[in-house]
């Protein structure tokens, strides 16, 4: 099983609402990671978790809340977003830091 | 200047051609090296992973890397319609901080 499962597949929300992203993989893999990706862009790495502690954090607004419950499972947060916060955001797992898995994503449209 | 470098394209070539797509790259730390495809509105798809210097061979996909000129390729033999998507390079360092190019949009044309 390579699949990394991500819900919900899209999502929209007003600047004061709270929701939350779900990544789940279970391939045993002990790092997991959340990108961001503007339509024609590249990813862009936000958060890195490795043995469920979060290990690299790129600068990324307080408004996104990563959480690692267990080795399966990540979460991201989200707060009193910005219009500029829609996008796509792929979660990805990696067995030792080396190729990564993406999910499909889920759309996020900040009203 | 960025870390990864790649020609965004677009780039349109006739069904089976020979695809060369290509990064370069400034950081010597990085050591793992991936080739990700993406469709529209979907997650990217690993389709080649190395992390030595040299060639790798899988079906249609040829990934080679060259660590002393900092330079990437990916070959795709016999391309066919349903390559066309969007390449993007990666690569990442022993401290997990990947980075990608810009991707490039390839159209193969029946």
């Known amino acids: 099983d390579t699949e990394v499962t991500q819900t919900p597949k899209h999502l929209v929300m007003g600047m004061t609402n709270k929701k939350s992203l779900k990544c789940e993989q279970h391939?045993?893999?002990?790092?997991m990671y959340w990108y961001k990706q503007k339509a024609k862009k590249p990813p862009e790495l936000m958060f890195v978790?490795?043995?469920?502690?979060?290990?690299i954090n790129e600068s990324v607004p307080s408004r996104f809340s990563p959480e690692c419950p267990n080795s399966s499972l990540l979460n991201l947060h989200l707060h009193a977003l910005q219009p500029e916060d829609s996008a796509l955001y792929l979660c990805?797992?990696?067995?030792?830091?080396?190729?990564?898995?993406f999910g499909p994503g889920t759309r996020l449209t900040v009203l | 200047q960025k870390e990864v470098e790649q020609d965004p394209g677009p780039l349109s070539v006739p069904e089976g051609a020979i695809v060369s797509l290509n990064c370069t790259y400034s950081?010597?730390?990085?050591?793992?090296f991936m080739w990700y495809r993406q469709y529209s509105r979907k997650g990217p798809e690993l389709l080649m992973y190395?992390?030595?210097?040299g060639n790798k061979e899988d079906g249609r996909f040829t990934a080679q890397v060259d660590k002393s000129s900092k330079y990437i390729s990916l070959f795709i033999r016999d391309s066919q319609p349903s390559d066309s998507a969007t390449y993007l390079c990666?690569?990442?360092?022993?401290?997990?901080?990947?980075?990608f190019g810009a991707g490039t949009r390839l159209t193969v044309k029946p």
């Open positions: 391939m045993g893999h002990r790092a």
């Open positions: 190395t992390y030595s210097s």
């Open positions: 950081n010597s730390a990085f050591q793992y």
């Open positions: 978790y490795s043995y469920e502690k979060l290990s």
């Open positions: 990666a690569m990442s360092s022993l401290h997990n901080d990947m980075r």
């Open positions: 990805a797992s990696s067995r030792d830091g080396s190729e990564q898995f």
